[in-house]
């Protein structure tokens, strides 16, 4: 395990967001999805693409709440540019399942 300065956990932002659209990514070399995720006022909508195909319908994602890093650079994936990366673990077979809030809080709130 790397361990980290408290600081640099500091500098990561995780944030929750809701996603507003959910689309299959066809270009994408493995299974995934274009999402659209709502952060609020502060950092508005931002594109990723999600391997999350496995437990998950596009439809069923609309209005998720999802955790997100939203300060990385932006990384190109095929033909999107991926502006956050949703956060999510491995179960059992490799598919993953998405990181959430067990409540609903405020689009935008930083994971403290």
């Known amino acids: 395990m790397n361990e980290i300065s408290f600081e640099d956990f500091l500098k990561v932002e995780l944030r929750v ?3 507003v659209s959910a689309e299959p990514f066809a270009a994408a070399r ?5 999402l659209h995720v709502d952060f609020g006022p502060e ?8 391997q999350i195909t496995a437990h998950y319908q596009p439809a069923e994602l609309i209005g998720k709440q999802v955790v997100a890093v939203v300060n990385f650079p932006a990384r190109q994936i095929g033909p999107i540019q991926s502006q956050c990366l949703v956060t999510g673990f491995h179960d059992e077979n490799g598919a993953v399942a998405l990181c959430v809030p067990d409540k609903v809080v405020p689009k935008g709130t930083k994971l403290l």
């Open 43 to 50: 950092i508005g909508v931002l594109k990723s693409s999600a």
């Open 30 to 34: 493995k299974p995934a999805y274009i």
């Open 17 to 19: 967001g809701e996603v």
